[in-house]
């Protein structure tokens, strides 16, 4: 496993989310992902995986436990102190269906660089690096084809190249592979895997298939319904 002097560990401790006074989604997850580690999250449809990734994004509160993004330089940060270091898939994807599958990856430049510098589009260089993103998971071909016209699981690939090409510290991916073929899955995840080794990448990856997780994943953390978390090597 490659660990680098910049790399950003996930820190999860004793974390907990419920609704109003309803069930608990999940309760008391803990776990560490390291630089230059792929975890893989699994477990049960209505075991939270989402809401979990929802937590460790920022994008919904827990109701306890924390989750801190420690730097090399020792700070411990929340997901609203990441900025463009976190770097994240969801569910829905969240890509601009006007927009051709090459810009949608360049759009991760954004806020990385004075706005001036995109004002009339993205440099040569930041489309050919978008460019190389997308032929590295099989869309040479859809490059310049707009996002409405990509099937689901040509999308998803696209997410995943958007959050390569950001050059975040950390990855969350709620499901990048749900809609890919098992050769189209495999080459993703190992597109993953590849650049968490080669950057010292943190990687949390919701995944379902026992082989992809057994071939991909240096750990697993498991949810199970109301909240009873294993997890194993």
Same mark, same amino acid.
């Given at each position: ?24 989604? +999940? ?10 580690? /792929? ?28 989750? &801190? ?5 020792? #700070?411990? /940060? ?11 898939? +969801? ?20 806020? #990385? @660089?004075? +706005?001036? #510098?995109?004002? +009339?589009?993205?440099? &040569?260089?930041? &489309? ?60 993703? /995840?190992?597109?993953? #895997? @590849? ?39």
């Amino acid at each position: 496993m490659k660990e680098r002097a910049d790399g950003v560990s996930l820190v999860v401790r004793s974390l907990s989310l419920r609704y109003g006074k309803g069930e608990w989604l +999940f309760e008391d997850v803990s776990f560490t992902v390291s630089p230059g580690q /792929l975890m893989a999250l699994a477990g049960p449809s209505g075991s939270g995986k989402t809401s979990l990734m929802r937590c460790l994004a920022g994008v919904v509160e827990p109701t306890s436990g924390t989750v &801190r993004y420690h730097r090399a330089d020792g #700070r411990a /940060l929340a997901p609203s102190g990441m900025g463009s270091a976190l770097g994240v898939v +969801f569910q829905n994807l969240r890509l601009t269906g006007a927009a051709t599958a090459i810009d949608n990856v360049c759009f991760a430049r954004l806020g #990385r @660089q004075p +706005f001036y #510098r995109t004002l +009339f589009g993205f440099s &040569r260089r930041d &489309r050919e690096g978008a460019y190389a993103e997308l032929c590295a998971l099989g869309l040479c071909h859809m490059a310049r084809a707009p996002i409405s016209r990509l099937s689901g699981g040509e999308r998803q690939r696209v997410a995943v190249a958007r959050a390569l090409f950001q050059e975040a510290k950390v990855i969350l991916a709620d499901e990048p592979v749900a809609s890919l073929d098992r050769p189209n899955a495999e080459r993703c /995840l190992a597109c993953l #895997r @590849q650049r968490c080794r080669r950057d010292g990448i943190s990687v949390l990856v919701v995944l379902h298939d026992e082989d992809l997780i057994e071939r991909f994943a240096d750990d697993v953390v498991r949810l199970e319904p109301r909240a009873e978390l294993s997890a194993a090597v």
